[in-house]
């Protein structure tokens, strides 16, 4: 009875097996081993001796118990129904052992084991993604191509996650970039600001046509005293910053003080004057019309400083670097203690030629001078000179923005809107000063009607000369306006 309950028919282990293993369904055409076909020779071949063929089929299950011969039945019987006992459980062995696997989920998923007795024997041929004997500790066929997809997985991953972690760098200096903007933005309104119309820019259009890539802001340093403003004031500096908008280059032009021109007087009238006389006339707005008028220009924009604002933006950035040649000591020593009284401060001599850190009162008076130091050419490129090193020393120290907000905007008197005054400062880095100008290239310096003027020979001639120079403008013709006015200067001095 213990042999009958063990034999179990193998048409119910696999119907158990399915049950419980959903998997083991797809093994189904596996083949048969040659151990347990079927057929068992080994049996009696005399009376007494189990000879006939035990025939039957493990596969449904069929097996004729009456298909033997002999003397002795019951004994071959039960010697039967032990040989068959421990064939079945051989046979589930064997099962187990090759389809079931240790973790019983229905085929063993560790890398030593295949599909069968070959491995996984549909795999992909020839070497392109796997090989006949299969299985997975060659890490070819189904093995490999789950490593590889785990692997690709993996790089993908990785992919995903620099990819992310670049779009939150981007993200912060975006933010970053517009928390600047806005800070330099609100800043802005702290200039001293007045309005101007477009139509007083005295701008010819097809002049501004042809400088359309080009950003021309003009700056103006008046002489204004202690306790005086700018209106009525002159400018001892006149300097035109053209910015190249498509690669940031950018010249700086200086224009002569004593250059005889055409300007609008106080009652709105033309008349030939020293262009330092525009401001006085009609402050920023007459200057700019004047050199639009008479050089084809397009300067749209302003900027009007005073020597205490010079002071102290020099002050307020921690001094400049700057070159003092020898022929220049004897002036900045001569006024510059004017220059302190009427900027606030104290002046400390220079003693020698020589590369000076110049604090605010030194760098005003070094801008200021003109009598043993070059006159008006002179103070043209030592102002330029101090602008460059504003312009270097604000750019590398952004901090110094908020003393500058502060102490130094209000100071300043410009017709630029908030707007382009943010434009120019966030640009500002990108900018590359590439060179300085002074115009006019020929002129005649005398006494014309008894005033010293520098009369340029002709209007016409360095009109063509700086449009080729600053904006390489070949061949460049001058407007009829600008004609006009070379043909006036040559009939009012008799100069060519």
């Known amino acids: 009875m213990r042999d009958d309950r063990k034999t179990m028919d193998l048409d119910k282990v696999l119907k158990k097996k399915k049950k419980k293993h959903p998997l083991s369904s797809i093994f189904e055409h596996e083949e048969e081993p040659a151990d347990y076909d079927g057929r068992y020779s080994s049996g009696y071949d005399g009376e007494d001796r189990y000879t006939d063929d035990i025939s039957g089929s ?20 039960e010697r039967y129904r032990e040989r068959r006992s421990e064939n079945d459980r051989a046979f589930e062995e064997y099962l187990e052992s090759q389809y079931m696997g240790s973790d019983d989920d229905g085929y063993d998923d560790s890398y030593e084991s295949g ?175 004047a050199l639009n008028r008479c050089l084809d220009l397009n300067i749209k924009e302003y900027m009007v400083f005073n020597w205490k604002a010079v002071k102290d933006t020099v002050d307020n950035l921690g001094g400049i670097e700057v070159k003092v040649r020898k022929s220049e000591i004897r002036d900045m020593n001569r006024y510059g203690n004017e220059t302190a009284r009427n900027t606030g401060g104290k002046y400390h001599k220079i003693k020698k030629a020589g590369v000076y850190n110049l604090d605010g009162v030194q760098a005003a008076t070094y801008c200021r001078i003109r009598k043993t130091s070059g006159g008006d050419t002179g103070r043209a490129r030592r102002y330029k000179t101090v602008m460059r090193a504003v312009i270097k020393k604000s750019v590398t120290n952004p901090v110094k923005f908020a003393a500058l907000k502060k102490n130094v905007f209000p100071e300043i008197r410009t017709n630029m809107s908030q707007l382009q005054m943010t434009t120019a400062i966030m640009r500002a880095p990108g900018y590359d000063i590439k060179g300085n100008i002074a115009w006019p290239k020929k002129y005649y310096g005398g006494i014309v009607n008894g005033l010293w003027y520098a009369v340029p020979q002709t209007l016409n001639y360095n009109v063509k000369w700086l449009h080729k120079k600053a904006f390489g403008q070949e061949d460049y013709q001058p407007s009829s306006v600008s004609r006009s006015v070379s043909d006036e200067i040559i009939r009012s001095t008799g100069i060519q």
Do not use: C, P, W
Request: charged share 25%.
């Open 58 to 77: 493990y596969g449904g299950g069929n097996y004729d118990s009456r298909s033997y011969s002999g003397s002795s039945g019951e004994r071959m019987d």
């Open 115 to 289: 599909y069968g007795n070959n491995g996984y024997e549909s795999g992909y041929y020839e070497g392109k993604h796997g090989s006949q004997s299969g299985g997975r500790n060659d890490r070819s066929g189904r093995g490999s191509g789950r490593q590889r997809r785990q692997h690709g997985s993996s790089r993908h991953r990785n992919r995903r996650g620099i990819g992310s972690l670049i779009k939150r760098i981007i993200a912060v200096i975006l933010i970053f970039l517009l928390l600047i903007t806005a800070y330099v933005y609100s800043s802005m309104k702290n200039f001293d600001r007045v309005d101007t119309d477009r139509n007083d820019f005295a701008m010819n259009t097809s002049a501004g046509l042809k400088l359309s890539k080009y950003r021309n802001i003009l700056i103006l340093g008046s002489d204004a005293r202690k306790g005086e403003g700018y209106d009525g004031s002159r400018t001892d500096a006149i300097i035109i910053v053209s910015i190249n908008k498509v690669n940031g280059d950018i010249r700086l032009i200086s224009v002569m003080r004593d250059s005889y021109l055409k300007m609008a007087y106080s009652d709105g009238s033309l008349v030939l004057s020293k262009i330092t006389h525009a401001h006085a006339y009609g402050g920023g707005m007459d200057t700019v019309a």
